[in-house]
């Protein structure tokens, strides 16, 4: 019986994903908009599928070859959907990082667990890790459970305005209702578009970051050796998530060491996972129903919903909640979130993916039947597995202010920007308003702001340059 | 500094395209740097003012304008007019109709919030005629 091997193709085996040895060692000062999401310009054929597709229209072709404006890119990974010859990919660390470190912790999403079939027990996918040559594993989704319960106090301590309680130090929302910073594609969209949302934002750290800290804290204890020589291993579902590890927003520094990729780790756990199911629960690296059993294997049922749409926003256990998925309608719901639109809301779930995150494009399986087996996996579990027993780490929270950046501003005093915005209307007045993608630009009002500041030529397009020939042609022949 | 002029016309024929006006001025103002706080009362504002000309007259034209000092903003309307403007402007008073209230809209709250969130706000109306109203928004407070 073939019971794990998912029938899609792994796409860690197409050239969609690629682990190059390129993250060097982190830089002191970050850089504000690094990315994951690259061009493999040798593949890009200058077509214009990533273009049309870019939510934040932060993709130009120039020169025949596709380049991202990387203040405008998200790392939401929809170019990498759309582009037929896999030209734009999502970098991320290779395994072979973790010889780098002595004692190795993996930080498996909840995600991972549903690119299996047949999975019923996630304990199957821990052990399996372990087998691979982590030393240790720390279930995101235990995490998340404690993101869910901070913010649910949160939200109550928001809602009854009993400010006391709320945690010293980390940066409050203002008001409700709160906005989710687990999806960390959403968060950058708020910190360059929606300036007026960011007070919005949890304060709660993503479930990864808590996770990371909780399984370093509990590395040091256990092993003794000092922090540099423990390696912390995300295995990411998206993009978004390697270049938040290595360049967050809301927080100083991450304890994530390394970011590898669901797609990338898949095949390799499929023959150890085999091979201890075959062995009927035999070759397991941990005794289930021992101690260190019981600290790998917590999550419950609140975590692993995490995985998909809807599972974060349901484990707050309020139904004053909005949940949205896919960038476009994220997008969408920030512009109407923004001008009041909604009220009484306590929470917002905004996942930058179709379906969540089991809908990243770093993972394997069709995110709608990823959901389905998340299903299967939660369905024998506790309500939620962890819980805070004492009080609420400091490290829970924020501890660096998520800054507005104007990037879409046309000039850099208003001035400036009334004479652009007039120069810019007056172009799109000239051009056909095709929207073709032809001059390199999405459409005909960003060629004309791309020509107001200078980065494109009024002549770049090929509509206007066939007018003009055609009238140069009438001219000549009534001449003759 | 020369001001920057931009006109839209509301259509009041097709309630489902209300709101499109502000949210293009909304964008357009982030596009020209300007503060967070002011983008967001203006397009508050302007979205009341937008949304009754839709559904208490049949649609008109933006006007606005953007200057170094402030966002004004003209909103005009050959609708019916309004006969109490004093009354008008009460919280909570509204003539709007149950379908429209069962959307969510005519909570009554539209003019008052118009004033709120600006600094200087007239309204004009002659019944028969139509409505005016002319808000600003200073860029500095
Ligand atoms: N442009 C307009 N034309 C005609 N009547 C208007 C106009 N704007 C507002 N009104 C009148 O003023 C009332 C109050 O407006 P408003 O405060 O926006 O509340 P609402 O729109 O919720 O009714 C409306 O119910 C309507 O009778
Ligand atoms: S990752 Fe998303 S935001 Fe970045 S260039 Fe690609 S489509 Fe645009
Ligand atoms: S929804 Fe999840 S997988 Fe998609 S970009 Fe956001 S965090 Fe990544
Ligand atoms: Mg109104």
């Given at each position: 019986m073939n019971?794990?091997?998912n029938?899609?193709?792994?796409r860690a085996?197409?050239?969609?994903?690629?682990a190059?040895?390129?993250f060097q060692?982190?830089?002191?000062?970050y850089d504000?908009?690094f990315h994951?999401?690259?061009?493999?310009?040798?593949?890009?054929?200058?077509?214009?599928?990533?273009?049309?597709?870019?939510?934040?229209?932060?993709i130009r072709?120039r020169?025949g070859?596709?380049?991202?404006t990387?203040?405008?890119c998200?790392?939401?990974?929809?170019?990498?959907?759309?582009?037929?010859h896999?030209?734009?990919?999502?970098?991320?660390?290779?395994f072979?990082?973790?010889?780098e470190y002595?004692?190795?912790?993996?930080?498996?999403?909840?995600?991972?667990?549903?690119?299996?079939?047949?999975l019923?027990?996630?304990?199957l996918?821990?052990n399996?890790?372990?087998?691979?040559g982590?030393?240790?594993?720390?279930?995101?989704?235990?995490?998340?459970?404690?993101?869910?319960?901070?913010?649910?106090?949160?939200?109550?301590?928001?809602?009854?305005?009993?400010?006391?309680n709320?945690?010293?130090?980390?940066?409050?929302?203002g008001?409700l209702p709160?906005?989710?910073?687990?999806?960390?594609?959403?968060?950058?969209?708020?910190s360059?578009k929606f300036?007026?949302?960011?007070?919005n934002?949890?304060?709660v750290?993503?479930?990864?970051e808590m996770?990371?800290?909780?399984?370093?804290?509990?590395a040091?204890?256990?092993?003794?050796?000092?922090?540099?020589k423990?390696?912390?291993?995300f295995?990411?579902?998206?993009?978004a998530?390697?270049?938040?590890a290595?360049?967050?927003?809301g927080?100083?520094?991450?304890?994530?060491?390394?970011?590898?990729?669901v797609?990338?780790?898949?095949?390799r756990?499929?023959?150890?996972?085999?091979?201890?199911?075959?062995?009927?629960?035999d070759?397991?690296?941990?005794?289930?129903g021992?101690?260190?059993?019981?600290?790998?294997d917590?999550?419950?049922?609140?975590g692993?919903?995490?995985?998909?749409?809807?599972?974060?926003?349901s484990?707050?256990?309020?139904?004053?909640?909005?949940?949205v998925?896919g960038?476009?309608?994220?997008?969408?719901s920030?512009e109407?979130?923004?001008?009041?639109?909604?009220?009484?809301?306590?929470?917002?779930?905004?996942n930058?993916?179709?379906g969540g995150?089991?809908?990243?494009?770093?993972?394997v399986?069709?995110?709608?039947i990823?959901?389905?087996?998340?299903?299967?996996?939660?369905?024998?579990?506790p309500?939620s597995?962890?819980?805070i027993?004492?009080s609420?780490p400091?490290?829970a929270?924020?501890?660096?202010?998520?800054?507005?950046?104007p990037v879409?501003?046309?000039g850099?005093t208003?001035e400036?920007?009334?004479?652009?915005?007039?120069r810019?209307?007056?172009?799109?007045?000239k051009?056909?308003g095709?929207?073709?993608?032809?001059?390199?630009?999405?459409?005909?009002a960003?060629?004309?702001?791309d020509?107001?500041?200078g980065?494109?030529?009024e002549?770049?397009?090929?509509?206007?340059?066939v007018e003009?020939?055609?009238t140069e042609?009438?001219?000549?022949?009534?001449?003759? | 500094?020369?001001?920057?002029?931009?006109?839209?016309e509301?259509p009041?024929?097709?309630?489902?395209?209300?709101?499109?006006?502000?949210?293009?001025?909304k964008?357009k103002?982030k596009?020209?740097?300007?503060?967070?706080?002011?983008?967001?009362n203006?397009?508050?504002?302007?979205?009341?003012?937008?949304?009754?000309?839709?559904i208490?007259?049949?649609?008109?034209?933006i006007?606005v304008?953007?200057?170094?000092d402030?966002?004004s903003l003209?909103?005009?309307?050959?609708?019916g007019?309004?006969?109490?403007?004093?009354?008008?402007m009460?919280?909570g008073?509204?003539t709007?109709?149950?379908?429209?209230?069962?959307?969510?809209?005519?909570?009554?709250?539209?003019?008052?919030?118009?004033?709120?969130y600006?600094?200087?706000?007239?309204?004009?109306?002659?019944?028969?005629?139509?409505?005016?109203?002319?808000m600003k928004?200073?860029?500095e407070?």
């Amino acid at each position: 019986m073939n019971i794990l091997d998912n029938k899609t193709m792994p796409r860690a085996s197409n050239p969609l994903s690629t682990a190059p040895p390129f993250f060097q060692s982190r830089k002191p000062e970050y850089d504000r908009f690094f990315h994951s999401v690259r061009l493999d310009s040798d593949l890009c054929k200058g077509c214009i599928n990533c273009l049309k597709r870019c939510p934040t229209q932060a993709i130009r072709v120039r020169d025949g070859k596709s380049q991202i404006t990387k203040e405008y890119c998200t790392d939401c990974g929809e170019c990498i959907r759309a582009c037929p010859h896999h030209a734009k990919k999502a970098t991320f660390d290779s395994f072979d990082t973790l010889s780098e470190y002595e004692y190795k912790i993996a930080l498996p999403p909840p995600s991972l667990y549903a690119q299996f079939n047949n999975l019923e027990e996630k304990s199957l996918v821990l052990n399996a890790l372990l087998s691979l040559g982590f030393d240790d594993v720390y279930e995101v989704a235990a995490a998340a459970e404690l993101v869910s319960e901070i913010t649910r106090k949160l939200i109550k301590d928001l809602a009854s305005g009993a400010r006391d309680n709320l945690p010293q130090g980390g940066f409050i929302p203002g008001s409700l209702p709160i906005i989710s910073s687990a999806c960390p594609c959403v968060v950058r969209l708020i910190s360059v578009k929606f300036p007026n949302l960011l007070d919005n934002i949890s304060p709660v750290i993503a479930p990864v970051e808590m996770a990371a800290n909780a399984a370093v804290r509990r590395a040091l204890i256990r092993t003794g050796l000092p922090r540099e020589k423990i390696g912390v291993f995300f295995i990411s579902p998206c993009p978004a998530k390697v270049a938040e590890a290595y360049s967050p927003l809301g927080i100083k520094e991450s304890q994530i060491d390394k970011v590898l990729a669901v797609s990338d780790i898949y095949p390799r756990l499929l023959p150890f996972m085999k091979e201890i199911a075959a062995s009927g629960g035999d070759m397991t690296s941990f005794d289930r129903g021992s101690e260190f059993s019981r600290e790998i294997d917590k999550a419950g049922r609140i975590g692993v919903s995490w995985g998909g749409h809807g599972g974060e926003a349901s484990g707050l256990l309020t139904d004053n909640y909005l949940a949205v998925d896919g960038i476009e309608s994220v997008i969408k719901s920030l512009e109407d979130l923004e001008d009041s639109k909604f009220t009484n809301l306590e929470f917002i779930e905004l996942n930058a993916c179709k379906g969540g995150c089991v809908g990243g494009v770093l993972v394997v399986e069709n995110p709608y039947i990823a959901k389905v087996k998340l299903n299967i996996i939660r369905k024998y579990l506790p309500v939620s597995g962890t819980h805070i027993n004492a009080s609420v780490p400091p490290y829970a929270y924020n501890n660096k202010k998520i800054e507005f950046q104007p990037v879409y501003r046309l000039g850099q005093t208003l001035e400036e920007s009334i004479s652009m915005m007039k120069r810019v209307d007056e172009l799109i007045e000239k051009l056909p308003g095709l929207d073709c993608g032809c001059c390199g630009a999405p459409t005909c009002a960003a060629n004309a702001e791309d020509v107001a500041k200078g980065l494109a030529d009024e002549k770049g397009c090929i509509h206007k340059r066939v007018e003009a020939l055609e009238t140069e042609s009438k001219l000549s022949n009534s001449q003759r | 500094m020369s001001a920057l002029e931009m006109r839209y016309e509301v259509p009041g024929n097709d309630f489902t395209r209300a709101g499109e006006a502000s949210s293009a001025i909304k964008n357009k103002l982030k596009q020209m740097g300007i503060p967070p706080g002011v983008v967001r009362n203006v397009a508050i504002a302007v979205y009341e003012g937008e949304i009754n000309m839709v559904i208490h007259a049949s649609g008109g034209t933006i006007d606005v304008f953007v200057d170094s000092d402030a966002v004004s903003l003209v909103l005009r309307d050959t609708g019916g007019g309004i006969p109490d403007v004093e009354l008008a402007m009460r919280e909570g008073y509204t003539t709007a109709k149950e379908d429209i209230r069962s959307l969510g809209f005519g909570a009554g709250m539209g003019i008052p919030n118009m004033i709120k969130y600006t600094d200087e706000f007239k309204i004009n109306s002659e019944v028969g005629k139509g409505t005016v109203v002319e808000m600003k928004v200073y860029l500095e407070k």
